[in-house]
């Protein structure tokens, strides 16, 4: 599976911190790294409504899919 999680370019964009946006949304910054790093398993909705709301951007802008053909 090729899910690609685009919350670095968001917090870029947005000049956030990883710090900031776990604050905000009120999770541990590892799990934020977890997130970005691509290790996450699963994400909860609630979890990623609280991102988008706190980056201002759609479910779209942080997840991203790649057919395995496009990745290889």
């Given at each position: 599976?090729?899910?690609?999680?685009?919350?670095?370019?968001?917090?870029?964009?947005?000049?956030?911190?990883v710090?900031?946006l776990?604050?905000?949304?009120?999770?541990?910054?590892?799990?934020?790294?977890?997130?970005?790093?691509?290790?996450?398993?699963?994400?909860?909705?609630?979890?990623?409504?609280?991102?988008?709301?706190?980056?201002?951007?759609?479910?779209?802008?942080?997840?991203?899919?790649?057919?395995?053909?496009?990745t290889?």
């Open positions: 599976m090729a899910i690609i999680i685009n919350i670095d370019v968001m917090l870029a964009k947005r000049k956030m911190s710090t900031e776990a604050e905000r949304v009120g999770i541990t910054i590892a799990n934020i790294s977890i997130l970005k790093n691509g290790k996450a398993k699963a994400v909860r909705f609630s979890t990623l409504e609280a991102i988008c709301k706190t980056l201002d951007c759609q479910p779209g802008d942080i997840l991203e899919y790649k057919s395995d053909e496009a290889h």
